[in-house]
């Protein structure tokens, strides 16, 4: 079964940037698809962006033109790059691995604070 691991989380100022990486235990070419969630306190967890094996993306409303997500296939990973945050964007995101079941990682913790 795969395994995916979250790593990239840290603390910003607002307006600030952090990338996010996702590695998976396989190739992602394996993978139908992978997103990436997010939960924030007191909240819903919500989907912020995909992006299939063929490399299709789509975006969250909220993150769109501030938020880019990608593949890195030499390294099994999947990337989110967010920038211009924002302190509503502080959530624990999470990757989550599409068609494959409840395929999720451990989190990374994103706060966004002066």
């Known amino acids: 079964q795969v395994r995916l691991v979250e790593s990239g989380g840290g603390s910003v100022q607002p307006g600030g940037s952090l990338t996010l990486s996702c590695v998976a235990s396989?190739?992602?070419?394996?993978?139908?698809?992978i997103d990436w969630y997010r939960q924030g306190p007191g909240k819903q967890r919500e989907w912020v962006a995909v992006?299939?094996?063929?490399?299709?993306?789509n975006y969250h409303d909220s993150v769109k033109g501030r938020f880019t997500i990608s593949r890195d296939n030499a390294k099994n990973a999947v990337v989110l790059q967010m920038t211009s945050l924002k302190p509503e964007d502080t959530a624990t995101y999470y990757c989550?691995?599409?068609?494959?079941?409840?395929?999720w990682g451990q989190g990374t913790q994103v706060t966004v604070s002066s």
């Open positions: 989550h691995a599409v068609g494959l079941g409840d395929i």
């Open positions: 396989e190739s992602i070419d394996s993978i139908p698809g």
């Open positions: 992006i299939t094996a063929g490399g299709s993306t």
